[in-house]
């Protein structure tokens, strides 16, 4: 059943926040909360995982949103040791990289990117004497690793992406992908009559309501056609 709907433009930004308002809101009005949300990349960004996992305790069955990847044969983030103690990683030469190698007298912040990560450096003289440099960093003295603030929900959710539920969650979507397709090629949503935001939403109120009936009729037939045989 759709629960509640919310009109925004096609961008990643608008949807995300329209997404936090319809599960607020459905939490306010029904006392309803999602165990997992089911979305494709676009709900894989840093923020939004950190929203899902750390504000609200909800599941991210979403692909996480990833640019630390490398397809040129060099060592990726993931081939790095994450020690969250000593707030290092460990390369796999077993040299650490750190965001601060400097014993300062007084304590200085970390610096803080405005992607939202911060810096992780490895030393020159390692590098330098390092066999496996050519596989590393070929073209920089050191190896550098930007570290997304929100690493930690980001790595939930990896840890949910290996699991047997978040399978059957890509199975679920596309039952729900399903849906839309019916509402856009059946109900005649693939484009809309009203101008403007609102008239966007009163027509998604409208759709989505026809939906909800048509299907509660159809399970309320299957329904009484089963009964007189359960009943023999
Ligand atoms: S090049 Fe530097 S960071 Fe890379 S594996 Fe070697 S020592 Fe470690």
Redesign the pocket.
């Known amino acids: 059943m759709i629960v509640d709907v919310e009109a925004t433009a096609a961008h990643r930004t608008e949807e995300t926040e329209a997404t936090k308002a319809m599960i607020e809101r459905v939490e306010e009005r029904h006392d309803l909360k999602p165990q997992r949300l089911i979305g494709d990349t676009a709900y894989g960004t840093g923020p939004m995982l950190e929203w899902l996992v750390e504000d609200k305790g909800i599941e991210p069955h979403v692909p996480v949103w990833e640019k630390t990847r490398r397809d040129d044969g060099t060592?990726s983030v993931s081939d790095f040791q994450w020690d969250e103690q000593a707030n290092e990683y460990r390369?796999?030469?077993g040299?650490p990289?750190r965001c601060q190698w400097r014993a300062f007298g007084n304590p200085r912040g970390i610096n803080v990117t405005g992607a939202d990560t911060i810096i992780y450096r490895?030393t020159q003289a390692?590098?330098t004497a390092?066999p496996?440099?050519s596989r590393?960093?070929p073209n920089t003295p050191?190896?550098k690793i930007a570290r997304s603030l929100y690493e930690k929900s980001r790595e939930a959710a990896r840890k949910v992406a290996d699991t047997a539920a978040y399978k059957q969650s890509r199975n679920d979507r596309k039952k729900v992908e399903v849906l839309f397709a019916h509402l856009k090629r059946i109900l005649k949503l693939d484009r809309l009559r009203l101008r403007g935001r609102r008239g966007a939403r009163d027509e998604f109120l409208l759709a989505a309501t026809a939906q909800n009936l048509r299907r509660m009729a159809k399970r309320w037939m299957q329904m009484t056609m089963i009964e007189p045989i359960g009943a023999t």
């Open positions: 060592f390369c796999p030469q040299e990289l490895s390692a590098c390092c496996m440099k590393c960093c050191t190896r």
